[in-house]
């Protein structure tokens, strides 16, 4: 019976080595909590122009406590201003994450619906999407959203991996 052949070392390797994989994933999921209070504070002063302590809890599901707790690790890291029974501030640097957390939201929503994903699912898919999106896949996603889906789909080195079906018009 012939021999199977062998894959070489280098094919079976992953192009990135998962300790990397491990390490980033942890690192996005330090700053999500962070980004989801910011986007939720702007987005409470912007609906009823403010955003309180008991405003947070309810609309990310959670206690006072741990609104509060984290408050004061966004105080420290110079993303919100606070006075106890007062409304919730954003600095700058709080408004600039997020606009930025918002933007991205927003385009991995309309990618996913570019997909075909519904709206409700897009919505729910896209809140744990948008924390660990690279700015490269982002960038792909914002350009087919321009651009339309490309009819035909290359991988590495030019090789068509599948035609898609859709018009890029």
């Not at 709080?94 to 927003?106: I, T």
Request: charged share 25%; with cysteine; glycine share 8%.
């Amino acid at each position: 019976m012939p021999r199977s052949p062998r894959k070489s070392l280098a094919a079976a390797r992953p192009a990135v080595p998962p300790a990397e994989t491990f390490r980033r994933s942890r690192r996005d999921h330090t700053v999500e909590t962070a980004q989801d209070y910011v986007e939720a504070i702007a987005d409470l002063t912007a609906a009823v122009g403010e955003a309180r302590v008991v405003d947070l809890a309810r609309q990310l599901g959670v206690t006072h406590v741990t609104v509060n707790r984290t408050l004061a690790r966004l105080r420290q890291a110079g993303y919100v201003n606070t006075k106890p029974y007062r409304a919730i501030f954003l600095t700058n640097a709080g408004r600039r994450l997020a606009g930025e957390c918002k933007r991205r939201h927003e385009t991995v929503v309309a990618f996913l619906r570019l997909l075909g994903v519904p709206e409700t699912a897009a919505e729910l898919d896209a809140e744990g999407i948008e924390h660990h999106v690279s700015p490269e896949t982002l960038a792909v996603f914002e350009r087919w959203l321009k651009n339309g889906i490309p009819t035909r789909l290359h991988c590495g080195g030019g090789k068509r991996l599948f035609e898609t079906g859709y018009s890029c018009g």
